[in-house]
C-alpha cells in the first residue's frame, strides 16, 4: 500500500495503539486542565504555521474570562481524560494572563 507522497506503508497489526495524529474534530472543543485536574476552558481555535504544517498555538476559551492564546508546546494531551493538560509553563502563561 503507498500512502500520499507514494512511500510504502504498512498497514499496523491489530490493537497496537499508535498515536500519529488526530483528527481537528477531535481537538476543537477538547477541555484543558492544570496538573491539578482543574478545568479552565476549552479549546476554541488553532492557528497553524503553513510552512511547517503544524499546530503552533491553541486558543483556550474559559467560562466568564477572556479567551487566552495558548502556545501548543505547553500543553500535552491525556487520552483518559480525552483534553490536554497544561504544562509548567502553560500554567505560568495562564497565570499571566488572569484577566
Not at 26 to 47: C, M, P
Request: proline share 4%.
Amino acid at each position: 500500500m503507498r500512502n500520499l507522497h507514494g512511500k510504502e506503508s504498512y498497514k499496523l497489526q491489530e490493537g497496537v495503539d499508535v498515536d500519529q495524529g488526530m483528527p481537528s474534530s477531535n481537538l476543537l472543543g477538547a477541555q484543558v486542565y492544570t496538573a491539578d485536574g482543574v478545568e479552565i476552558g476549552v479549546i476554541s481555535e488553532l492557528q497553524i504555521d503553513p510552512a511547517a504544517g503544524i499546530v503552533r498555538f491553541a486558543c483556550i476559551t474559559r467560562p466568564e474570562r477572556d479567551a487566552v492564546l495558548m502556545p501548543w508546546a505547553a500543553m500535552f494531551r491525556v487520552k483518559h481524560k480525552r483534553g490536554f493538560v497544561l504544562t509548567h509553563r502553560g500554567e505560568e502563561l495562564l497565570q499571566q494572563n488572569k484577566g
